[in-house]
């Protein structure tokens, strides 16, 4: 088989190249290890940047999210049993946040690839790229015992962070860069309606919590929790019981409880790999940079990513144009960095975390305190989390 790109995995960034692609007249193949149901069941994120729901339009994949998607023009963040609303919309000009679940995402992404005969081949196993410094790279793969071999003038790595792609790229020449948080946040998904209209960020006593949700029926909380801790360990029960604890009485009077439909432990880790490009090799997404949940970045990073590579790769094809391609790299991580840097902010401001001293408590009190009463901290934080523009 030869295509133009080889696309290595079927999430949302692999996809939405695939789809912007496409729409330009360049022809991919996409890969996936997993069965197309296990890639649809997978809870993830769902606060999207703005620039994120401008590339959803573009890629012609913004019916339903129109529809149903909840657009939040603030936030609020607890601490000390009060809670302050950010007002995003009023310290960015009007821009907000909207709220669509990943897994929504994905099945939007799925449906226009469909549509237009894409090639999404999933359960493909053993699949390695090849002679990716060179100018004739190709990927192998193996489905059903037989391995087959897809040709192509470039292969984007959008496996993930345990995917192949990354492996590609010589010792010599990768560097890497990581942080790994000492806890974990316990998420449980429930089909009850909200406690609020926006999302809470807490900072309580017993540690951090999320009020988070997918639709007006569908909630999505977190709980701080430590790392040695097991799902089995959290009853649902535990865990309502837990979060009303942290939460201020107003909020923890108002929720709603029932049973979950999905509960999970996930470690928080910053992690970075440089370069994003190696010879025809391009990483995106989770392949190239974890950042924790707390700053919403994880899932918006992955569309940053994909911004500027489908823009490099429009211009080569078109116009015979490679500077996109070639300045990649350093495009995406230069927003990569500051999404970390944000990411970690939000998570030392939000978090208990077990090495503080009385000092470093005393410290993230008074950061909360001139937030509250800051509008230049509140607008940078804002215009963080509504999302920096590509550039």
Known sequence: MKTQVCIVGAGPSGLLLSQLLH??????VVLERRSRAHVMGRIRAGVLERGMVALLREAGVNARLDREALVHEGLDIAFDGRRHRIDLAALTGGAAVTVY?????QRDLFEARDATGGIVIDEAEDVMPHEVDGDAPYVTYRKYGVEHRVDCDFVAGCDGYHGVCRTAIPNQVLKTFE???PFGWMGLLADVPPVSDELIYVN???GFALCSMRSPTRSRYYVQCPLEERVEDWSDDRFWTELIGRLPADAGARLVTGPS???SIAPLRSFVAEPMRHGRLFLAGDAAHIVPPTGAKGLNLAASDVHFLSRGLIAYYQTGDDR???????KALRRVWKAVRFSWWMTRLLHHFPEDSPFDRRVQAAELEYLFTS??????LAENYVGLPYE
């Open 101 to 105: 679940g990943q897994t929504e995402i």
């Open 261 to 263: 439909i999905e509960k």
């Open 23 to 28: 729409l330009r007249g360049i022809a991919s």
């Open 324 to 330: 996109g391609l070639s300045e990649y790299s350093e």
């Open 375 to 380: 509008k230049a901290a509140q607008t940078a």
């Open 179 to 181: 942080r790994v948080y």
């Open 204 to 206: 309580s006593a017993r």
